[in-house]
T-cell receptor, first 115, second 110 residues
């Protein structure tokens, strides 16, 4: 398997612009997670989906952030409008639930810089 | 909620043994994970403990005490490539959620 795929790998944009991050989970995995990582706050869970349905979005910072999962093989995280404080590495991860806590497999991340 | 504590940084010498501790407080527990993250890369899975005791996997071992809310990751025969951040994460009963600690940055010196 190719693992979790994310695009773009790097994104530089100006404040106020819309940013869309994309993720393809590992085939067959039924959980998908979006995280944000910064030096100050570490790795934070933003939102996660189970079978394409958002389960918990309490980590989404504010209304400027939105996430969708239209099908089992694709998810997007959108920031509109973007702000400099959104600069971070955004990771997507997926897992397969089999009863106990299951390993999450991370994509390579998108490094976002908002100027 | 979850509260996870681990040291921010540690330094050790190549060939030595290092123990990275993690303490947690949780309202629901579904296992304790350790991840390794090299600079500029994604976290990768190292180990999983759900029962008390020691799990050994090559040079790496992980220990869990659920009654004490305590885990450690033991790295033996340290190599330069082990320089990385090590993230402790607690699994939540609510689905497959993980809550991550801030990570311990390990520097291995010659």
């Amino acid at each position: 398997d190719a693992g979790v795929i994310q695009s773009p790998r790097h994104e530089v944009t100006e404040m106020g612009q819309e940013v869309t991050l994309r993720c393809k989970p590992i085939s067959g995995h039924d959980y998908l997670f979006w995280y944000r990582q910064t030096m100050m706050r570490g790795l934070e869970l933003l939102i996660y989906f189970n079978n394409n349905v958002p389960i918990d979005d309490s980590g989404m910072p504010e209304d400027r952030f939105s996430a969708k999962m239209p099908n089992a093989s694709f998810s997007t995280l959108k920031i509109q409008p973007s702000e400099p404080r959104d600069s971070a590495v955004y990771f997507c991860a997926s897992s397969l639930y089999r009863g106990w806590g299951e390993t999450q497999y991370f994509g390579p991340g998108t490094r976002l810089l908002v100027l | 909620g979850q509260n996870i504590d681990q040291p921010t940084e540690m330094t050790a010498t190549e060939g030595a043994i290092v123990q990275i501790n993690c303490t947690y407080q949780t309202s629901g527990f579904n296992g304790l994970f350790w991840y390794q993250q090299h600079a500029g890369e994604a976290p990768t899975f190292l180990s999983y403990n759900v029962l008390d005791g020691l799990e050994e996997k090559g040079r790496f071992s992980s220990f869990l005490s659920r009654s004490k809310g305590y885990s450690y990751l033991l790295l033996k025969e340290l190599q330069m490539k082990d320089s990385a951040s090590y993230l402790c994460a607690v699994g939540n009963n609510a689905g497959n959620m993980l809550t991550f600690g801030g990570g311990t940055r390990l520097m291995v010196k010659p």
